[in-house]
T-cell receptor
């Protein structure tokens, strides 16, 4: 069974610093890995999707890398802003599973202080 | 595109009562997913539909849970004889049904069982 772990569980940084969020998974037989953002009491918003054949994806200030062999993904957020405060979750889909059946980590709660 | 909508946003019920939640996916999306999220954890997959067909159910979905998607449009999730352990955020998501696509989540229904 795929285990997805996110460390640390919480992170606080001053505005302007770069954020580095980590995700590790135990089984490398994945279709892809996605990073989501969740605001308190709300649903999830997909940020970046990295296919298993890709090494990284970028969108604006966000960059996500994927190293399947080591079972790791990293989300970088450049020049953090208070609006980046949220919980960030990573999730994978196994090649043996139905599309949409994600295995999620518990998330990293981020606070960016002005 | 009005996004995925869920109703109600909050539901408080007494143990033993039945509850029903509704999800309206993005109109052109063929696939609809239900997830459950407890405090401090990532969402857990419950079930998904391809049009009106329910194609997979998690072991988390006990006999007290039933989901439907009549006519392949909106979906309902019913919990019979609720238990305190059912308290969670119930999230709905939808997608076109193409591999390596993003999922679009609703804001969820927060269930509290007293």
């Amino acid at each position: 069974k795929q285990e997805v772990t996110q460390i640390p569980a919480a992170l606080s940084v001053p505005e302007g610093e770069n954020l580095v969020l980590n995700c590790s998974f135990t089984d490398s037989a994945i279709y892809n890995l996605q990073w989501f953002r969740q605001d308190p009491g709300k649903g999830l918003t997909s940020l970046l999707l990295i296919q298993s054949s890709q090494r990284e994806q970028t969108s604006g200030r966000l960059n996500a890398s994927l190293d399947k062999s080591s079972g790791r993904s990293t989300l970088y957020i450049a020049a953090s802003q208070p609006g980046d405060s949220a919980t960030y979750l990573c999730a994978t889909i196994m090649t043996t599973d139905s599309w949409g059946k994600f295995q999620f980590g518990a998330g990293t709660q981020v606070v960016v202080t002005p | 595109d009005t996004g995925v909508s869920q109703d109600p946003r909050h539901k408080i019920t007494k143990r033993g009562q039945n509850v029903t939640f509704r999800c309206d996916p993005i109109s052109e999306h063929n696939r609809l997913y239900w997830y459950r999220q407890t405090l401090g954890q990532g969402p857990e997959f419950l079930t998904y539909f391809q049009n009106e067909a329910q194609l997979e159910k998690s072991r988390l979905l006990s006999d007290r849970f039933s989901a439907e998607r009549p006519k392949g449009s909106f979906s309902t999730l019913e919990i019979q004889r609720t238990e305190q352990g059912d308290s969670a955020m119930y999230l709905c998501a939808s997608s076109l049904g193409v591999t390596n696509e993003k999922l679009f989540f609703g804001s969820g229904t927060q269930l509290s069982v007293l």
